[in-house]
């Protein structure tokens, strides 16, 4: 079975920095990798998908990247705003399902 | 182009009681899924569908829950009797085809007392 961790579970930086968010995964054979955002109270938006014959994805100030063979996928986010604050979330298509991480909980301090 | 909607936003029954939920997907889009995301966690496949049949309804607690996507449109979940464990935030997704972007509902938050 797949199993999808995301590290760190709650990150709280200032304004302005640039950072990191961590997906790993078990099982390599995946379909595709996809990020997820969800505000408290709300359904998931989909911020960028990764095929699994790409190796990076980028939407403005986001980049997400992916490392099939070691079973690793980081979103790096550029000079946060506290308009990102929400929990972050990883899913990896294998099979006929995603498998979605914990998430992590990101807090842009003002 | 509109999202997948979902009603009711908000439930709150009695343990035993009966509940539905509904969704209405992407137009086009032929997989739907139902997820279970309890506070915390993250989101658990239910259900999916592909047009009107089911593909994977491996981990759907079949004793209690039950679904349907009759045309190949919209789907209602239902929980029959509801249990204390059963309150989370129900989610519906829809994308073009399997392993194709998936695009998610504001959810159903269900609270059983």
């Known amino acids: 079975k797949q199993e999808v961790t995301q590290i760190p579970a709650a990150l709280s930086v200032p304004e302005g920095e640039n950072l990191v968010l961590n997906c790993s995964f078990t099982d390599s054979a995946i379909y595709n990798l996809q990020w997820f955002r969800q505000d408290p109270g709300k359904g998931l938006t989909s911020l960028l998908l990764?095929?699994?014959?790409?190796r990076e994805q980028t939407s403005g100030r986001l980049n997400a990247s992916l490392d099939k063979s070691s079973g690793r996928s980081t979103l790096y986010i550029a000079a946060s705003q506290p308009g990102d604050s929400a929990t972050y979330l990883c899913?990896?298509?294998?099979?006929?399902?995603?498998?979605f991480g914990t998430g992590t909980s990101l807090t842009v301090i003002p | 182009e509109a999202g997948v909607a979902q009603s009711p936003r908000y439930k709150i029954i009695e343990k035993r009681q009966s509940v539905a939920f509904w969704c209405n997907p992407i137009?086009?889009?032929?997989?739907l899924y139902w997820y279970q995301q309890i506070l915390g966690q993250g989101p658990k496949l239910l259900i999916q569908f592909q047009n009107n049949g089911v593909v994977d309804d491996s981990q759907l607690p079949k004793d209690r829950f039950s679904a349907e996507r009759l045309k190949g449109v919209d789907s209602t979940l239902k929980i029959q009797p509801a249990k204390l464990e059963d309150s989370a935030v129900y989610l519906c997704a829809s994308s073009w085809a399997r392993n194709t972007e998936a695009f998610f509902g504001q959810g159903t938050r269900l609270t059983v007392v």
């Open positions: 137009s086009g889009h032929a997989t």
């Open positions: 899913a990896v298509s294998i099979g006929n399902q995603f498998y």
């Open positions: 990764i095929q699994s014959s790409q």
